[in-house]
T-cell receptor, first 110, second 114 residues
Framework: QKEVEQNSGPLSVPEGAIASLNCTYS??????FFWYRQYSGKSPELIMSIYSNGDKEDGRFTAQLNKASQYVSLLIRDSQPSDSATYLC??????????FGTGTRLLVSP | DGGITQSPKYLFRKEGQNVTLSCEQNLNHDAMYWYRQDPGQGLRLIYY???????QKGDIAEGYSVSREKKESFPLTVTSAQKNPTAFYLCASSSKDRFTGELFFGEGSRLTVL
């Protein structure tokens, strides 16, 4: 079983819709959780971090964490074509390093 | 502007050659990291350093070497022992005293072995 799993996609949504990206992780001791956005050919950039159960909102982005289910999600409201990218879920397992998922490619069509 | 500079952006290497990828940061960050990304895969940790003159192996350190002689610099050498070096290499740094996972990345170096 992979440590951090994501559906590779592509996830296709129309402009203005809500995009829902999901991630599961295997290590119950994981302490903090992150979403990085990576445009094609570019480096990742941090867009959201979440440390406790529940929701965390930042503009159009909402991160959701459920430690009991070992599940992290990212919601993007009012999706824009500029949101088209690969979204990487990353988990801090407590050993001074991040474990990354393979990423979900999001396509937002005008 | 503060940031992380990686060079070169593109590099071609013949089999059997060592190459060194540069990573310089002016963010005053203590911790620095090297990741490798292959198509359709996530980032995999090669080496990391939390302080000058100290570094640790990551998950895929075989065939790679690093040094951390200055806080600002963390070069990665891809040696001839690395059997499949063609990949996108990413350098990152972290400002937190306690590692959390909030990383700042350079623009990456794309290495192709001919």
């Amino acid at each position: 079983q992979k440590e951090v799993e994501q559906n590779s996609g592509p996830l296709s949504v129309p402009e203005g819709a809500i995009a829902s990206l999901n991630c599961t992780y295997s290590d119950r001791g994981s302490q903090s959780f992150f979403w990085y956005r990576q445009y094609s050919g570019k480096s990742p950039e941090l867009i959201m971090s979440i440390y406790s159960n529940g929701d965390k909102e930042d503009g159009r982005f909402t991160a959701q964490l459920n430690k009991a289910s070992q599940y992290v999600s990212l919601l993007i409201r009012d999706s824009q074509p500029s949101d088209s990218a690969t979204y990487l879920c990353a988990v801090n397992t407590g050993f001074q390093k991040l474990v990354f998922g393979t990423g979900t490619r999001l396509l937002v069509s005008p | 502007d503060g940031g992380i500079t990686q060079s070169p952006k593109y590099l071609f290497r013949k089999e059997g050659q060592n190459v060194t990828l540069s990573c310089e940061q002016n963010l005053n960050h203590d911790a620095m990291y090297w990741y490798r990304q292959d198509p359709g895969q996530g980032l995999r940790l090669i080496y990391y350093s939390q302080i000058v003159n100290d570094f640790q192996k990551g998950d895929i350190a075989e065939g790679y070497s690093v040094s951390r002689e200055k806080k600002e610099s963390f070069p990665l050498t891809v040696t001839s022992a690395q059997k499949n070096p063609t990949a996108f290499y990413l350098c990152a740094s972290s400002s937190k005293d306690r590692f959390t996972g909030e990383l700042f990345f350079g623009e990456g170096s794309r290495l192709t072995v001919l």
